[in-house]
Structures are given as structure tokens and as C-alpha cells.
């Protein structure tokens, strides 16, 4: 069974920046580790996709100005998140998948408990 526990969210003003990281315990290959995000009264949505590989996806919503990476070595990844607004405020969710290419939040095997993200305007 792998956990996923993440950290870095926090409150954050307007302009500002975050880090958030994601640590899969156990040291099965996830080929998927993405980031979600779910704000009160909204589904809950893919901000940043990337595979074992490296290759990357990113919400419109986000692009430019957030990055994700990933330590494979150490089953970790990292969401980066720079020039925030308020409307990035949600809790973040780390999802990892063994295998595949996941296209809803159904496939995903393994999701972290979340941490929350808010935005000071």
C-alpha cells in the first residue's frame, strides 16, 4: 500500500508564492503523480499532470505560472506556484497512479489527505 502525504500549503498573499511537496511512502514506481484541487462548492480539478518520464500537463488555468517536477529516487513531487490569486485558494490533493495514463479521479490509485492553499487578496 503506498500513502501519499503532502505539505508546503499555508495562507499567502496575493502575488506571492508556494511549494507543495508529495511523498508516496514504499518504493513502488508511480507513473503518474499529479496535483488536484478542490475549492468549496467546485468539483475537484487536475492543475498539473506529470509522468515517470518527465513529461508534463497543465491546467490553462495555471500555466505559467506554475511548475511540477518530480524525484523519482525518492517518490516525491513538487508543485511550485508562483503569482497567486485568490482563485487558486482550494486544497490541494496529491493522486499517483502505478499504471497508465489516468483520465478522471477514478483511476488514479492512491490520493494524499490534501493541504490547504489560501490566497489573501
Known amino acids: 500500500q503506498v500513502q501519499l502525504v503532502e505539505s508546503g500549503g499555508g495562507l499567502v498573499q496575493a502575488g506571492g508564492s508556494l511549494r507543495l511537496s508529495c511523498a508516496a511512502s514504499g518504493s513502488l514506481s508511480l507513473n503518474h503523480m499529479d496535483w488536484y484541487r478542490q475549492s468549496p462548492g467546485k468539483q475537484r480539478e487536475l492543475v498539473a499532470s506529470?509522468?515517470?518520464?518527465?513529461?508534463?500537463t497543465y491546467a490553462d488555468s495555471v500555466k505559467g505560472r506554475v511548475t511540477i517536477s518530480r524525484d523519482n529516487a525518492k517518490n516525491r513531487v513538487f508543485l511550485q506556484m508562483n503569482s497567486l490569486v485568490p482563485e487558486d485558494t482550494a486544497v490541494y490533493y496529491c493522486a499517483a497512479a502505478l499504471v497508465g495514463k489516468p483520465r478522471v479521479a477514478d483511476e488514479y490509485d492512491y490520493w494524499g489527505q490534501g493541504t490547504q492553499v489560501t490566497v489573501s487578496s
Open positions: 506529470i509522468q515517470y518520464g518527465g513529461q508534463t
